[in-house]
């Protein structure tokens, strides 16, 4: 059974708010909402969502605050990605639900929308009153009569302007977790290949973020950025160097490395190595 996907006015119903006023734009305050919704199943949306508020999910952990962190989050959610949840009341918060026509051009530059797995923005207590200040400023233009929808996406611009930043700040903040997933990323690759018969075709970055319970995006923006480089770069140089020791140190055919390395078929593997090096496998091999 194919799942239902909600626009924002039937998201709306959904989660027990008041009807938006047009089916491009909505702006939810908590503090006005005595009846949402508290626990759904998974559910697929086709506009982002852009939410700040307290911890409300039940299973939260007050010990996941580090020392300088204000207690309060941010998420972003873009077409096409699932929800669930099952949180206590809300008594603050703002979600703006917002149509992709009105801000596919300003959410193309930033990977942090299409993180799916809810890899939140734990906000330091000056990043906190900036973004709340933000949201607030955007819900009091919505609320009148004639409201500009110009000035809301700019509220909206700055917003995902000043996350770009936080999230920069806690791959920082955060570096003495993060560098287990690097560590563990390094371990997965080594392992992937460290066997005797042929591997079931070359590793996926979404392979690894899944290791490591992290969205694909939310993962490579992780790894790119205490590394320098992506995942699949990391990948491709890791698959090259093994390429190049089995060319110059095993007896097996070019047809054979191809295969230990996950390609499907030996032209592939040829062009790829081709394109990194220069040069051909058999030219190499003979070097």
Known sequence: MVNKIFNIREFAAYLNVDKPKNDNLLIVNYENEDNIRLQSNSITIDFYL?????????????????????????????????????????????????????????????NFVHYNNHEALFLTKEEEAILWDLYKKAYDEFQKE???????????????????????????????????????????????????????????????????????????????????????EHIHNFVLKQAKDKLKNTSLSISEISYSLGFDYPNYFAKFFRKKTGMSPKVFRGM
């Not at 603050?92 to 530059?109: H, M, P, Q």
């Open 146 to 232: 004639y409201y500009s929808k110009d000035i809301i996406v700019s509220y909206i611009a700055l917003i995902l302007s000043y996350t770009q930043v936080f999230y920069d700040r806690q791959f920082d903040s955060r570096s003495s977790i993060y560098n287990s997933v690097i560590d563990n990323f390094y371990k997965n690759l080594n392992q992937y290949f460290d066997k005797n018969e042929d591997v079931p075709g070359l590793p996926s970055v979404a392979w690894f973020a899944q290791k490591a319970n992290l969205s694909p995006n939310y993962f490579g923006d992780l790894i790119k950025h205490f590394t320098g480089e992506s995942p699949i």
């Open 50 to 110: 852009l939410a700040i508020k307290p911890p409300l999910e039940k299973n939260f952990k007050a010990t996941q605050f580090l020392e300088d962190q204000a207690k309060s989050f941010m998420y972003v959610d873009c077409p096409q990605n699932t929800l669930d949840w099952d949180i206590n009341a809300p008594d603050a918060g703002y979600n703006i639900l917002v149509s992709a026509r009105y801000v596919n051009k300003l959410a193309k530059d930033y």
